[in-house]
């Protein structure tokens, strides 16, 4: 009888449960202790080594693959007016999400007053950074230089650059056919590079939690329990409800089918703590798995892992009524009004800076007069927070994608249903010895004829 197969989201979940425990295992029993062996091989050693090299690999991905498919997407969709659509509805979809997420943070915490009876005591000191103005913002859209844009990674730049690129070939028409389908190969390469990095994903998932929990351990959490109950709380809430609820009201799809494919996406977002890492997953599973088309998705996922931050806001909500109450600030009305309008500006405005959740809440406390120190309380935790915000994240971006590819009909329902569509299989990654023999054939002939 053949054994069944395990699927890989099966091995990565599998990878991440076993790194939580065997992190609290080594945290717990004091293993870890500075300048032990486990501490200088074990966890800085080996597990810092495969996680490191793992999300570098994905985010060596990113460019290229936005670049590429991106290009495609634009030729793909063909009118320029079908382009402004998708964009203006992925724009408001996302501040939709983004508001309601940071109004339903901001009215539970209240609601419950967390955060009174909490003293003052606070002696990390937390200073925030520069955040670019909305100004600097739309100006930067535009890059002096692409290769520069490329470098740094400025996702908006890049977007804009690729959709200008598309453009100008449909214009260029006929002519620029070769370059279509070499961009078309290039988009195909990059899709088949994502399925390699990801066949390695369970290990580097298990190192890169291992690492995490063992370095920071999960006492933190109790110390500021409150805070962390209810933000954990009004996140899995977004996730299970507000979002799907949106799903399902918008495109009338199976959100049980959503929630299943969403999740090996959710667990990459979760180990790495990164949006704009695990962009190459996201492109993936709502292309090959949801069944959206990459003219859409190739727009609104990197799109959305830039501008579009429902976790982040969410803990923007909750973190400013805690440290409100515990500073004895009363911000009213108009002063929740404010946090709500420059959280979701701010979401926009640091669109582009790599660890961004801190930025934009000492944005948000400058705005409302709160004590950009008093982000201190909370900086502890926020390593364990980001991961668990930055998984709602990419399911924000991920809903979106599916509602405006559906409700632009570049949508494909059966791949949707599919419960095994976008699995990777072992013959995916295999190289067939024909196709070896055959570009073997063809470098050689090559050399002949040089
Ligand atoms: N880590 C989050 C993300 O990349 C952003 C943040 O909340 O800091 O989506």
């Known amino acids: 009888m053949a054994k069944k197969k395990m699927s890989l989201t099966t091995k990565v979940i599998i990878g991440m449960v076993l790194g939580i425990m065997v992190g609290l295992l080594i945290n717990i029993s004091g293993l870890n202790a ?48 079908e382009l402004g659509k998708v964009g203006g509805k992925s724009f408001a979809l996302y501040l939709l ?16 007053g967390i955060g009174e009876g909490v003293h003052m005591t606070t002696d990390t000191a937390f ?34 650059f690729s959709i200008m690129v598309g453009i100008s070939i449909l214009m260029v028409g006929k002519k620029a056919e070769p370059v279509v389908e070499l961009i078309e190969i290039g988009n195909e390469i990059m899709m088949k590079m994502v399925n390699i990095v990801m066949a390695v994903a369970p290990y580097a998932v298990f190192a890169l939690l291992a690492k995490s929990i063992a370095s920071l351990g999960l006492g933190l959490l109790a110390d500021l329990g409150q805070y962390v109950v209810v933000l954990i709380g009004v996140l899995l809430f977004h996730l299970f409800v507000t979002l799907m609820a949106i799903l399902k009201i918008f495109t009338g799809l199976s959100v049980s089918m959503f929630l299943k494919k969403a999740r090996e996406m959710q667990v990459f977002a979760f180990s790495t703590s990164s949006s704009n890492a695990t962009i190459p997953v996201t492109l993936r599973t709502v292309t090959e798995k949801m069944g959206v088309d990459i003219s859409v998705a190739s727009f609104t996922v990197p799109f ?12 923007q909500g909750v973190a400013t009524v805690f440290i409100a109450n515990a500073y004895g600030v009363d911000l009213g009305f108009a002063g929740h009004l404010t946090v709500i309008l420059m959280s979701v500006l701010a979401s ?9 959740g801190l930025i934009m809440l000492s944005m948000v406390f400058t705005q409302v007069g709160l004590p950009v120190e008093g982000i201190g309380l909370i900086l502890g935790v926020d390593r364990l927070l980001d991961m668990v915000r930055t998984a709602v994240n990419v399911s924000g971006d991920a809903v979106v994608s599916v509602i405006v590819g559906k409700s632009e009909n570049k949508f494909d329902i059966n791949i949707y249903n599919d419960p095994n569509a976008g699995m990777i299989t072992e013959e995916e990654l295999h190289i ?5 023999k055959e570009l073997a054939e063809v470098v050689k002939k090559v050399h002949d004829e040089e």
Not at 97 to 112: D, N, R
Not at 304 to 315: E, K, R, V
Not at 348 to 356: E, F, H, N, S
């Open 127 to 160: 200073s925030g950074k520069e955040a670019p103005s909305l100004a600097e913002v739309l100006i930067n859209i535009i890059p002096s230089n692409v290769f520069q844009a490329m470098a740094e990674g400025k996702m908006l730049q890049i977007i804009f």
């Open 97 to 112: 999400t983004t508001a309601i997420a940071i109004t339903v943070g901001i009215v539970i915490a209240a609601g419950l």
């Open 304 to 315: 959305g892992a830039t501008i579009n931050m429902d976790g982040t806001a969410i803990m």
């Open 432 to 436: 067939p010895e024909e196709v070896e």
């Open 348 to 356: 926009i405005g640091t669109a582009g800076v790599p660890g961004v």
């Open 34 to 81: 500075e300048g032990s062996f486990t501490n200088m091989y074990v966890v800085n050693g080996l597990f810092y080594v495969i996680g490191k090299l793992f999300i570098t690999a994905l985010k060596m991905l990113v460019v290229p693959l936005v670049l590429f498919s991106l290009i495609t997407g634009v030729i793909g969709i063909g009118d320029i007016r």
